[in-house]
């Protein structure tokens, strides 16, 4: 563990040195900003719709399940356009640059150097989602929003991106050009996300497409529900692309 | 190796195959405590692929290598922690600064916590590298980066560093000092050091290894490779000597002298002086007769000096696929026919 903290710690440092993290924290917040004015500005115009109409319509508005829950669906397909550019770089420039000789030689395993970066992603993605802290202040501020829900929500855009950083992770390793390594990442996310739609015909081919969508198993804690089917999905997803990563880690030492 | 010691390293059979290129064949040698070896060979010779294997960076596809008694293979750790590694580029992280460099380099390689600062402090030292302490690696020159890369490789006290073409890149003085630095950490650390430039065997290295295409070519003390050619050359030498053009009277004289095989003009001539390269069997006695001939003919002496088999020689022979009976027959000079076959990995 010690091994992997030194490799993660190199690694935040590395991206916080680089244009790559703010450009990315900025368009995050940019975009993040958009969809919450936006959701916002709907959902208080739905509310004097109905206060207008005197509450014939016989609904009320939930800032939980009418605002925060849309939020935070379309906050996971931000985070699923966003994150190859923060996992694109991680191992890639590391084989460009020779640096991947220095942790190749020294005695640390493979896993530590994947967790290692594994982790930084994940702590600067971290740091990415504490930025709409911001947003939902204002909520909690002037709302009395459920605390529980929320706390699930971004329990499942930590787990959904934990298992996008994996995928990107392998998808590094794969090449020298960190280019590549995030067009691939963004082509398998793509995939992942339409077999959503292509699940919804039904079938029992569809079931299984609808339950390798990434963004899918994201519906249930967007709405505040955790499922074991879910928590299962995600955690799994990242361990399968983590183990794959170490292994083209591996990988590189036979063919030099 | 010296009998009777027992070698950190030993290189057993190795072989490396990458696909169907054989990079390395069979290779095996040894290299003594506190030794400094030369791991000399033309590019693509299998130096940086055997280096690597050694280094626990790639598993051989055949043999085994075992440091201090460790079978890589079975305790990669363990070994890799008592190995300072030095690749060809030197494998530094640009937008750090040196020292934050370093102390990442040594909590990679295991140094406890307590001591990675006086490990640092050591390591910026023994490199010189003060008063770069503090700057950015991206913005350090060549000769800079060169010793960050040397002080990352001994900043965990191993006790054996490989040191992959160390000079490769200097600029003269700097290719002093690095060598100074190797020759002042022999003795307390075992050193592979990898090398197509021959002066910097014969400067720095206690013990030669010579591959070419992969396979071992000769290993022993510098001197006595060279010894070896010269006895295969059978008191074959070349002479230089340095006289007043035009020579033609010396020439003829030196032609006369008993043991002369050949009189040429050599490539520094120039219009005032002439350098005159003259082949002749016989040891050192025959210097004297070539003297005086030259005297004899009335043409000025400036110098007569013997510039016969040197280690240049001797890894053109190993490392050429000529045979004995050609390089023996074979009194032309100035046949610098790089090294066929082997080829170019590039890396």
């Known amino acids: 563990m010690r091994n992997a903290l030194t490799i993660a710690r190199r690694e935040i440092g590395a991206a916080l040195a680089s244009p790559v993290a703010y450009v990315l924290f900025g368009a995050f917040a940019f975009l993040y900003g958009y969809f919450f004015a936006d959701y916002l500005q709907s959902f208080v115009e739905a509310g004097m719709r109905m206060s207008q109409m005197g509450g014939f319509s016989g609904g009320t508005l939930n800032v939980n399940t009418d605002l925060i829950r849309w939020l935070m669906a379309s906050t996971a397909i931000l985070v699923l356009f966003l994150l190859p550019l923060l996992s694109m770089r991680t191992v890639s420039e590391e084989i460009r640059s020779g640096t991947m000789e220095l942790l190749l030689t020294a005695p640390i395993t493979d896993g530590q150097i994947v967790f290692g970066k594994f982790l930084a992603a994940f702590a600067l993605y971290g740091g990415m989602l504490a930025l709409t802290g911001l947003h939902l202040g204002v909520l909690f501020w002037f709302s009395q929003p459920e605390v529980a829900p929320v706390l699930a929500a971004y329990l499942g855009l930590l787990l959904l991106g934990a298992g996008l950083l994996a995928l990107g992770l392998f998808f590094s390793s794969l090449t020298r050009n960190q280019i590549v390594a995030g067009l691939l990442t963004f082509g398998a996310l793509l995939v992942l996300w339409l077999v959503e739609f292509a699940g919804a015909r039904g079938g029992e081919l569809g079931r299984i497409l609808a339950y390798l969508s990434v963004t899918g198993h994201m519906e249930g804690f967007a709405s505040g529900v955790i499922t074991t089917r879910d928590l299962v999905f995600y955690l799994s997803f990242a361990a399968f692309w983590l183990f794959l990563a170490r292994e083209s880690v591996r990988s590189r030492r036979w063919r030099g | ?347």
């Open chain 2, 1 to 347: 190796m010296e009998p009777g010691h027992r070698p950190l390293v030993l290189v057993d059979r190795v072989s490396k195959r990458y696909g169907r290129t054989l990079a390395v064949a069979e290779l095996s040698f040894g290299v003594a405590r506190g030794e400094v070896l030369g791991f000399l060979g033309p590019n693509g010779a299998g130096k940086t692929t055997t280096m690597r294997v050694i280094t626990g960076f790639m598993p051989p596809t055949e043999g085994r290598v075992l440091v201090g008694g460790l079978d890589i293979a079975e305790a990669p750790l363990e070994v890799r922690r008592r190995i300072g590694y030095l690749p060809e580029n030197p494998p530094l992280y640009p937008e750090m600064e040196v020292s934050a460099f370093l102390e990442f380099a040594a909590r990679l390689r295991g140094v406890p916590r307590s001591r990675v600062r006086e490990a640092v402090a050591g390591a910026i030292e023994r490199s010189a590298l003060g008063e770069a302490r503090d700057r950015i690696i991206g913005k350090l020159s060549r000769g800079y980066r060169q010793r960050v890369g040397l002080a990352q490789a001994l900043v965990h006290e191993p006790d054996l560093l490989v040191l992959d073409e160390p000079t490769a890149g200097l600029d003269p003085k700097q290719i002093h000092e690095t060598r100074e630095l190797i020759r002042a950490l022999a003795g307390e650390r075992t050193v592979v050091l990898s090398t197509h430039i021959l002066p910097e065997v014969a400067v720095t290295c206690d013990r030669v290894v010579i591959i070419a295409g992969g396979r071992l070519r000769a290993e022993d003390t510098p001197e006595r490779l060279v010894a070896r050619l010269g006895a295969a050359r059978r008191g074959r030498g070349t002479w230089e000597i340095e006289t007043t053009a035009p020579a033609d009277t010396a020439a003829a004289a030196l032609r006369a002298v008993p043991g002369v095989a050949a009189v040429e003009a050599g490539a520094e001539t120039t219009e005032r002086t002439l350098v005159l390269q003259v082949e002749a069997t016989g040891d050192r006695e025959v210097a004297t007769d070539l003297a005086r001939a030259v005297l004899g003919a009335g043409a000025p002496l400036y110098a007569l000096r013997r510039s016969g088999a040197s280690l240049e020689d001797v890894f053109l022979a190993l490392t050429t696929e000529e045979t004995e009976a050609d390089e023996v027959g074979d009194a032309d000079s100035g046949n610098g026919a790089g090294p066929p076959g082997a080829p170019e990995d590039d890396s």
